[in-house]
């Protein structure tokens, strides 16, 4: 079954380093998302990607983040300068055809930023 | 409350018997969906029921939407160990280009074998 994977799957890093979380979303799939989990709290979304631009963001999706699709399969969400606050599981997803479908997820990246 | 409050927050019920986990929104969606996550895992899709729909079933799984309530539950019929986790549902909007799913606190439950 196809399934979307996320790279690498915990990332521990400085305070004020960029890092990057990759994703691949499932091959036929057009839209993609990244979402956030800080622990023992419920899941939020950052940003939506869809023909090769950001399609909706939250509040939280500041200007330290960016997302890029830079070639046909990989998804990523960059970091520019981690902060503390930023630890938490990020997920990404993919759908077919935005939400009127389900939204597969992958198995999330762990970040912890020390 | 805030879009997407499930109730309750954590069940504890024995193996064999019925967990019921309800969800209630603000806003008008096009979709409900529910989700399960094991702890510290991903997200597993288990049911999308639509605005227009009342009931849907899904093996074990009972979804019903009451749109005039705001409001969603998740039965779990003859429950097993392998169904502890939590479970949370996540709303869509109605609003075209609207491209965002708004997750609930979600329901922690716990199967006693």
């Known amino acids: 079954e196809p399934e979307v994977t996320q790279t690498p799957s915990h990332q521990v890093t400085q305070m004020g380093q960029e890092v990057i979380l990759r994703c691949v979303p499932i091959?036929?799939?057009?839209?993609f998302y990244w979402y956030r989990q800080i622990l023992g709290q419920k899941v939020e979304f950052l940003v939506s990607?869809?023909?090769?631009?950001?399609?909706?963001k939250s509040e939280i999706f500041d200007d330290q983040f960016s997302v890029e699709r830079p070639d046909g399969s990989n998804f990523t969400l960059k970091i520019r300068s981690t902060k503390l606050e930023d630890s938490a599981m990020y997920f990404c997803?993919?759908?077919?055809?935005?939400?009127?479908?389900?939204?597969?997820f992958g198995q999330g990246t762990r970040l912890t930023v020390v | 409350s805030q879009q997407g409050e499930e109730d309750p927050q954590a069940l504890s019920i024995q193996e064999g018997e019925n967990a019921t986990m309800n969800c209630s929104y603000k806003?008008?969606?096009?979709?409900l969906q529910w989700y399960r996550q094991n702890s510290g895992r991903g997200l597993v899709h288990l049911i999308l029921?639509?605005?227009?729909?009342r009931e849907k079933h899904s093996g074990r799984l009972r979804v019903t939407l009451d749109t005039s309530k705001k409001s969603s539950s998740l039965l779990i019929t003859a429950s097993r160990a392998a169904d502890t986790a939590s479970y949370f549902c996540?709303?869509?909007?109605?609003?075209?280009?609207?491209?965002?799913?708004?997750f609930g606190t979600g329901t922690r439950l716990t199967i006693i074998p």
């Open positions: 997803a993919s759908t077919p055809q935005g939400l009127n479908t389900e939204a597969f």
């Open positions: 091959s036929n799939h057009l839209y």
């Open positions: 990607f869809y023909n090769n631009e950001i399609s909706e």
């Open positions: 806003t008008s969606i096009n979709n």
């Open positions: 029921i639509r605005s227009n729909e």
């Open positions: 996540a709303t869509d909007g109605s609003n075209f280009g609207n491209e965002k799913l708004t």
